[in-house]
């Protein structure tokens, strides 16, 4: 699969890099950003951190805002952003435009429903498609990561707890820790999914935890911020931690107060959950 | 004079705050951002960074973009970042509406010419009403700096090199270095200032600095990409060099190869200019 480089900026010693490519999953053209560490070449390859980002955004957010890059050039660590959804003018959108479904908030689902099942195909895309492009083209060490925010970290926790032998760690910044039981999630998994809750299940991280082997979960580190807007209506990490008690993970949920959902937030704790993979990489 | 708050965030232990207030000086609403790190307050004072931004920035550029937040924490710097313009329906804008120019473009100087007149007057908004504001409401020590990029390394070499009594150091990133010299600069003073070039003269920080005494100047450290699209046709560094030569002032003027024009080289450097800074401060 070949990739068209859209721009690049140098940063922390390393390289910011913007690519579009055609996807056959999601059946349009998509766009990621990756950063890649000073020094990362085929003599010496580097493990991959995925970052998902959340409602609205698209591959720039947390490249532009997450102050990320002085530790993963530190740390050696490639990060590649994804995109939140398909794109394109043949894309189906919200049927009102709304920010919470369609363009910009994928949910890292595979639609089953029409209009939506032509494009809509994030969790393939995030979990074949997008490394099998970064593994052809980038000097990676074969180890990798996921994290995410809000959306992107309910996706980050459904991607790597459902294929925790690919992942050494996964992280999440205020995920929507179970999308089966607020707002936006049952919006979403209804547009995507149907009316058949059952089929919800798979996209649950926290209904995924409680039946997750101990042994074989990846480390979790959760951080929320005690002052969001969405904490109690849409996120409810309390779920997430009922899970994990049950099952008998040792989740590190931090709660932080007075921060809220933005990527204020995101940037003052970014470093911690940096060296939290980067140890697990290692 | 009073403040209402639009936003605030935490973050890296402090707050990030935004505020709009009547500007007497500009004739309109201006709004600005501030950084207040962890632990300040009335027994507790801090010296501030005045930030100054760019063409087509407002005052949320630099505070979402530019990782400057842990270090400022660190070193207990408050950060201040202006706008570029007077903004609002009635201040004139670019005849047409060009980028470079009115709105996002005021250049850091009164203009003398109608209609501009009536609401650019940045200069002395920068030099005395923000800082008349900042040191009202907010637990300041007295002791202030300032940098910018581009537009705003231009408005913060030539703030300080007037007020050289004011600003413990001065710094910048990519500096339009001589505006009576570039394409950028001879249409911004053309336009505020009209044809007379005698009145652009102090408002060209490298014949400024060519007068400068050395005793009395301010530590002054310039960052500059050398993958930067604006080097030799706006910024032209080596016209600051010529003049700190000429007037015996050390200079430091750090160049760094494949960087461009983009915050993700300010963010690159930030920490190294902030704990310049912090050094002249303390």
């Not at 950063?35 to 959340?54: I, K, M, N, T």
């Not at 959306?151 to 991607?159: P, R």
């Not at 899970?243 to 590190?252: F, K, M, N, Q, R």
Request: glycine share 8%.
């Amino acid at each position: 699969m070949s990739l068209e480089l859209i721009s690049k900026n140098k940063v922390h010693g390393g390289w910011h890099k913007r690519y579009r490519h055609e996807s056959a999953v999601n059946n349009c053209t998509m766009t990621f950003a990756i950063y890649l560490p000073p020094g990362v070449d085929e003599s010496q390859r580097a493990p991959v951190l995925y970052w998902l980002s959340g409602l609205t955004c698209n591959d720039e957010n947390f490249m532009q805002k997450a102050a990320a890059f002085k530790s993963a050039a530190e740390l050696g660590l490639i990060i590649v952003a994804a995109d939140t959804s398909p794109r394109g003018e043949q894309v189906a959108d919200d049927k009102e435009g709304a920010y919470d479904f369609g363009l910009g908030a994928g949910f890292y689902v595979n639609a089953t429903q029409a209009p939506y099942d032509q494009h809509y195909q994030m969790y393939d895309y995030i979990n074949e498609e997008l490394p099998a492009l970064i593994n052809e083209h980038f000097p990676v060490s074969g180890k990798q990561s996921i994290s995410g925010h809000s959306m992107g970290g309910h996706g980050a926790l459904v991607l790597g707890l459902r294929n925790s032998d690919k992942f050494a760690s996964i992280s999440a910044f205020a995920p929507i820790a179970s999308p089966t039981r607020c707002p936006w999630g049952e919006k979403a998994l209804t547009g995507y999914l149907g009316n058949d809750k059952q089929t919800w299940r798979e996209y649950d991280s926290s209904l995924l935890l409680a039946e997750t082997n101990a042994e074989q979960c990846p480390p979790l580190l959760i951080s929320q911020g005690l002052a969001d807007d969405f904490l109690q209506q849409q996120l409810k990490p309390e779920l997430l931690q009922a899970s994990a008690d049950e099952a008998g993970i040792a989740l590190i949920l931090e709660q932080h107060p007075g921060y809220d959902h933005s990527y204020f937030f995101i940037s003052s704790f970014i470093d911690q959950h940096l060296r939290f993979h980067a140890k697990h990489l290692a």
